[in-house]
């Protein structure tokens, strides 16, 4: 059986939907790395490299944007982005932000390519499987 079979393909709207929520709960972990996870969902839901990479990047960069948000209504991000600015010598607080939710974009986006390429490997691999089994079955019922 193959995975293609298994999960239906969404479009890309719906796949944004799912990895945004996927991401928003991953990131309450506190580990960034989970993105990558987050980002194969889009390679699960999708058939093509390229709108699983448009899916990943998307939906993880709308919930490290709404995380963002969330932090600059409740607590000091924007003091804090503008501390770390005034460490690299540039001006504006927003650039950590948006470089921030771009790296959470490019996680994502990679996530979801890695994903569709798992994915497409694991059902190569079965489907290979399978014709081995029904060839030798075949030998098996000849002989």
Do not use: H, K
Not at 86 to 98: E, F, N, Y
Request: glycine share 12%; proline share 1%.
């Amino acid at each position: 059986m193959r995975l293609e079979d298994t999960f239906p393909s969404l479009g890309i709207l719906p796949t944004i939907i799912v990895v945004t929520v996927i991401a928003i709960a991953l990131q309450l972990s506190g580990v960034w790395v989970t993105m990558l996870v987050a980002g194969a969902f889009a390679g699960l839901f999708t058939r093509r490299t390229r709108c699983a990479f448009i899916s990943g990047f998307t939906g993880v960069a709308l919930a490290w944007f709404i995380l963002f948000v969330y932090l600059i209504l409740t607590s000091q991000a924007l003091a804090i982005a503008g501390f770390f600015i005034g460490l690299l010598g540039i001006s504006g607080g927003w650039i950590v932000i948006t470089i921030s939710v771009v790296i959470g974009g490019l996680l994502g986006g990679f996530g979801g390519v890695l994903g569709r390429a798992l994915f497409e490997l694991v059902d190569e691999l079965s489907n290979s499987m399978s014709v081995e089994d029904s060839s030798s079955e075949a030998e098996a019922s000849v002989n």
